[in-house]
Structures are given as C-alpha cells and as structure tokens.
Antibody, heavy 121, light 111 residues
Framework: QVQLQESGPGLVKPSQTLSLTCTVS??????????WSWIRQHPGKGLEWIGY???????YYNPSLMSRITMSVDTSQNQFSLKLSSVTAADTAVYFC?????????????WGQGTLVTVSS | QSALTQPPSASGSPGQSVTISCTGT?????????VSWYQQHPGEVPKLMIY???ERPSGVPDRFSGSKSGNTASLTVSGLQAEDEADYYC???????????FGGGTKLTVL
C-alpha cells in the first residue's frame, strides 16, 4: 500500500518561500508511469492542481503559479518537494501531495493527509 | 474561478439518484477521456471514485457511475445513502501547457 506524507513548516511569512516535502513509502518513486503531484485546497474552497514531477525530474506546472514554483525529486530518499516563492495570504491552504497514475489516463489515486500552511507575519 | 464548472450544490433523498455535472471545454473534457471524480468528506482526504470517465476503482460501490457527452462529464449516484453526503470534485487532463484542471466542487446533501 502506497503512502504519502507531507512535511514542512505550518507557518510562513509573507514574501518568503514555502517549502514542503512529500515522503513516499510502500512503493518506489522511481517506478514508471507515476507523476508525483502537489494539490492545494484553500480553506473552505475547492482543489487546485499545483504541478507534478516525473522521476527523471521533468516538471509540469500550473500556468497560473508557474513563475513561483519549483519542484524537485530525490529518488534516493523516495521524496519529492515543492517550493513556492513570494507567498502571500492567498497561498494559505492545505497542501496535499498525491500520486498521479498515467497508466489509466490521468488520476490521483494516493494522497497524503495534507498539511495546512498559513501565510502570516 | 475553477477551470471546470460544477453546480455548488445537489441533493436527494435516500434511495434516490442524483447527477452532478462538470462542464469544461473542447481543450479538456471534450478532447480527452481522462475525467476523474473525487469524494471528500469534511476534514478528510479526497478519494478517487471514478477515473477515465466511467471506470470505478476497486472498492467503490457500483452505485457510482460516470459518463461524458461533449464538453460535459457527469457523476451519477444511485440509491443514495447517508454516507454519500460529501463534496465531489471533477478533474480532467487538459494536455500541454495546462495539464490538469479541477472543478469547483459540488456539495451533495442527502435529505
């Protein structure tokens, strides 16, 4: 059973960089056909796709966030990471990491529990 | 504003059927058969209910079904049960540059 777990600061100051890591267990991040994803949910709102990364490091970003996003993958640690720069209060959200399975189209089949990140001074 | 349009709410009585729509464009739902639906109970993680328009992952009751016509996908929940009360989100693959889009979510209430 694949499990994902987000980690990182729960409070970030405005204009700073939000940094989160997702640790994958029960499966290898190097396995083909999977894209390792970040999705966020603003308080009381819907889901917003942030981006995903393949095991070779190729990234795919939400065009509306592209200028502020950097994703990376560490296959040796079975982790992938998100950096979101120049944050504002509008970036306050629950951030989920998830696995996108491309072998059956495009679906997010395993999710982390989510971590609330608050942007505030 | 979400890329895919869903009604904010839907409701039905136990045992009834309810259908939730998800409208996109010819660049996402209309172009790819890669529509998924997720169920989210309050405070919980989204759960995959339907993928590839109409496929059900193992463990998802066959009361849940999906379909697509043109630029609009639909999720139908038949034989409504109290535990079906949740938020439902659609998503679609959208190809190069946009990649993935979600709907704004529909709150399903079982009366």
């Amino acid at each position: 059973q694949v499990q994902l777990q987000e980690s990182g600061p729960g409070l970030v100051k405005p204009s700073q960089t939000l940094s989160l890591t997702c640790t994958v267990s029960g499966g290898s991040i190097s396995s083909g056909g999977y894209y390792w994803s970040w999705i966020r949910q603003h308080p009381g709102k819907g889901l917003e796709w942030i981006g995903y990364i393949y095991n070779n490091g190729r990234t795919y970003y939400n065009p509306s966030l592209m200028s502020r996003i950097t994703m990376s993958v560490d296959t040796s640690q079975n982790q992938f990471s998100l950096k979101l720069s120049s944050v504002t209060a509008a970036d306050t959200a629950v951030y989920f990491c998830a696995r996108r399975d491309s072998s059956s189209g495009s679906l997010f089949d395993y999710w982390g529990q989510g971590t609330l990140v608050t942007v505030s001074s | 504003q979400s890329a895919l349009t869903q009604p904010p709410s839907a409701s039905g009585s136990p045992g009834q059927s309810v259908t939730i729509s998800c409208t996109g464009t010819s660049n996402d739902i209309g172009r790819f058969d890669y529509v998924s639906w997720y169920q989210q109970h309050p405070g919980e993680v989204p759960k995959l209910m339907i993928y590839q328009v109409s496929e059900r992952p193992s463990g998802v009751p066959d009361r849940f079904s999906g379909s697509k016509s043109g630029n609009t996908a639909s999720l139908t929940v038949s034989g409504l049960q109290a535990e079906d009360e949740a938020d439902y989100y659609c998503s679609s693959y959208a190809g190069s540059n946009t990649w993935e889009v979600f709907g704004g979510g529909t709150k399903l209430t079982v009366l």
